[in-house]
């Protein structure tokens, strides 16, 4: 059978991962797909750039575009990232009747409909197991393995770097800062950290895995999205000594026919695998209405194991199964798609933590409000501060009150808000994350 | 595009389940397979026998061959599980033309390679996503998401009996006996729970992946194979106490260019994923050389967890894309096999209980044994026992004596429990199992 002929735009970590196992693997691959596949062009930024890969055989090009529409290319592999100019990239592949494998969440959550329809046309497929959680492979597994199902919830941790730094952060006692920095060492963090830190990147991670799931498109513009970039010590360790771990959660469920979304950092009950599930992992759970749960983790990001996703998809399209797989996504609207739930309806248990004044009766007046908007205390903990020897030192000014709800809506949360705000009493901002999982 | 006609021999739990869904969800089958799916034909063993599910436009028979070859017939799906007659079943659809989906580990263990050749002889495909770990998608994983990969290991808790009894032995302090009729009251377990406590269920399951993931043929006879049935709960106390859970553990993992495979009760670190799957949950833990290591886990066993499998089997089936997957599976021996690592060979730490006598000198009996055998010791453990008040009262005869080795071989192993046996001042049998993790 005739090679597949790869045409490979980025030689990053990804790329360069990819580069070695077509090249250095060159037979496993072809026993695995049929057929040989061949890398003939690679466009990186820089030639001169010295490389410890060698590529015999292949050529190599600063002409990304040259690449993505050559004759001798029959599949590209777009790894280059961002938005542009990846989106003409791939059109022009798709154009000129090269099959796609992309890596690239921000590009399909911002023009997947557009670059899913232009293949669609073209007769061509696009493959993408890589944009989601790196090794885990959950787009084969929505695709094929739950195709019994109507999945009914995705509940997961799919940015690797929040989870690093979330984890350091608890384990070693390190500042939000120091933690990122150390992040950023050992390379789990890029130099500017703010797509991944401030929930962008997991959000849109999450909006692919619902298009997948539910067949609607969601932006994170669309859902609550918040990071870790607020995160403080004491709030992961109240959790802790509450039964909880911080996590940065991302969950589509659906509730009454609607979609519930959101990726916030949330508090998880220590004995769901989510909440032990430590350092740059990803972790996935999948709910359908036959199978039940199943749970999908491993290495959410990093250059061997994303390459490793890269790599089945380029098999899967050598092999001629990935056309099939995308031609029966559930990406071309042919039901009715779920309408997102209203934010203020979303009914959730919440963890908040007050800075208040030390003085009689401020309870009373936090509690009032809370209960005068339904809201349902489930523990209240303010710890024992110094008593002063005498009456002439004065009392610490602030004191923390943690207090933990029984299940409310966003919409009750935030009346109470604005009125906790106007009592004067509280220390501005506070700190409030939502809660996943019963008391104990 | 025509309809995809189905033939299913077996409506048991799993059968049923998946009658139901491909009656009652048939909209949603067919938007998944890009083409109808029609189930016209069901074998059963009584038919006069009351059902609670409809089946309209489905012809119910006794007549099993008769499904298996019938004309209106595309696929069979095999679900009466076991080898008689299940062989001639699968072997006569696939001399009449049909592809096959079964769940039937046991067939596979013992037939695979004779069934997989006549079914490539005739162009014809099986799968067998159900037969793995019920709704997890292990099959689909190795087959397509790791094709990138070089497997190096697979462990895995992969009989949800086992693991079910276990959990009620040590959460709940019931024995045995006990734990394993609640299994039996709660349907986790059947009326004979031998393949599954016995550890035959698990390694045919094992002896399926390895097939998929290394391309040997293994089967249980050929390597070491225990199961639950003489578990002590003292033993899983002590191991807790260590910090250890104990699992009924299936490994195949490459050791210097050969396969170490087991399963047996095996001590694991309280702080790995294994250590805390409890219940009737399945997990798999695979490390490749390009991901690292990805974990699977949901549950193992269960009417529709397994349905949700086989139907996403027939939908490969009916997408198309199951032939292809079937065809470059590792099944056909392209390269040559590991061969198994002898088992005396085998390294590993051991966890080993001795009810000794209480008198002088007897630890340092073990003791000597086992350094003459070149086996260290991590850990001793003997508790206090009670002090008789005065020299009449005899001291009790027998005491507890538990030791954690540190890294050894099987043979060594082997070679001291002969000695030790000679030693007189040990009652037997005793305990020992393998153990995973290093000492925290």
Same mark, same amino acid.
């Given at each position: ?58 050529? +190599? $090009?600063?002409? !990304? ?5 050559? =004759? %001798?290319?029959? /599949? *590209? ?131 692919? +895995? $619902?298009?997948? !799931? ?5 932006? =994170? %513009?669309?859902? /609550? *999205? ?215």
């Amino acid at each position: 059978m005739d090679a597949l002929r790869v045409g490979l735009i980025g030689l990053g970590t990804v790329g360069g991962g990819v580069a070695q196992i077509l090249t250095h693997q060159a037979a496993r691959m072809a026993h695995r797909s049929g057929r040989p596949i061949q890398l003939t062009r690679v466009a990186v930024r820089d030639l001169t750039r010295s490389r410890s890969i060698e590529l015999p055989g292949t050529q +190599l $090009t600063t002409e !990304a575009l040259a690449v993505a529409t050559a =004759p %001798d290319v029959d /599949l *590209v592999v777009e790894l280059i990232g961002g938005l542009k100019p990846a989106r003409e990239l791939v059109l022009a592949a798709l154009n000129a009747g090269k099959d796609v494998v992309t890596a690239n969440k921000a590009l399909l959550c911002e023009h997947g409909p557009e670059l899913f329809r232009a293949a669609r046309e073209r007769g061509r497929c696009i493959a993408f197991e890589a944009a989601v959680a790196g090794g885990v492979p959950i787009i084969h597994t929505l695709g094929q393995a739950m195709t019994a199902n109507q999945i009914t919830s995705i509940e997961a941790i799919l940015n690797g770097t929040s989870n690093f730094i979330l984890t350091q952060m608890f384990q070693k006692g390190a500042a939000y800062a120091d933690a990122v920095a150390e992040a950023q060492a050992l390379g789990f963090a890029e130099a500017d950290p703010s797509m991944d830190v401030q929930g962008t990147d997991a959000a849109q991670k999450l909006g692919l +895995l $619902t298009l997948l !799931a539910f067949g609607t498109r969601v932006t =994170p %513009d669309q859902f /609550l *999205v918040q990071g870790i970039d607020t995160i403080d010590l004491d709030d992961l360790r109240n959790a802790d000594e509450l039964g909880y771990a911080v996590k940065l959660l991302a969950t589509a469920r659906l509730v009454e026919g609607q979609l519930e979304m959101h990726t916030q950092p949330t508090l998880i009950r220590k004995d769901r695998p989510i909440a032990r599930t430590d350092g740059p992992f990803n972790i996935i759970g999948l709910t359908g209405d036959v199978v039940g749960t199943t749970w999908y983790s491993g290495q959410g990001a990093g250059g061997l194991p994303t390459a490793s996703a890269v790599v089945s998809d380029i098999v899967d399209v050598a092999a001629g199964r990935a056309k099939t797989n995308f031609d029966l996504l559930d990406l071309w609207g042919n039901h009715p798609p779920f309408s997102l739930q209203p934010v203020h309806e979303i009914n959730r248990r919440y963890y908040m933590r007050f800075l208040v004044e030390d003085r009689a009766h401020v309870m009373a007046e936090i509690t009032d409000v809370l209960g005068r908007n339904d809201i349902s205390l489930a523990s209240v903990m303010q710890r024992e501060t110094a008593e002063p020897e005498d009456d002439t030192i004065p009392r610490q000014k602030y004191v923390p009150l943690v207090i933990m709800t029984h299940r409310t809506t966003e919409g009750r949360l935030r009346a109470a808000a604005i009125q906790l705000e106007k009592l004067g009493c509280i220390r501005t901002p506070w700190v409030c994350m939502p809660m996943e999982g019963i008391p104990l």
